[in-house]
């Protein structure tokens, strides 16, 4: 048998998307709120949908509720933050 090379006409394929791995993510985004200052996470659930993250659960205050989507928009990858936590 014989295999010739892949040529694409001269052209490599382009990349239109870039993969998000939405475990990494959700890993990424937990681990900041957990060494954020400031903020009890421990009742924080962290779920990436595509590339938004959605924010669940109780926390004590109000101040806990807006630093979770300021710690959560920071990182890397994370394009939108859905948060839905509730005073617990």
Not at 39 to 47: E, Y
């Amino acid at each position: 048998m014989v295999f010739k090379e892949a040529t694409f006409h001269g052209k490599q394929p382009e990349i239109e998307a870039e993969f998000v791995n939405h475990a990494t993510l959700e890993i990424a985004a937990a681990e900041a709120l957990a060494v954020a200052g400031s903020i009890d996470a421990s009742d924080v659930q962290v779920t990436a949908e595509n590339e938004e993250i959605v924010l669940t659960g109780t926390v004590g205050t109000v101040e806990e509720i807006e630093r979770a989507t300021a710690v959560v928009s920071s990182v890397k990858g994370v394009h939108g933050v859905r948060n839905q936590i509730l005073l617990g």
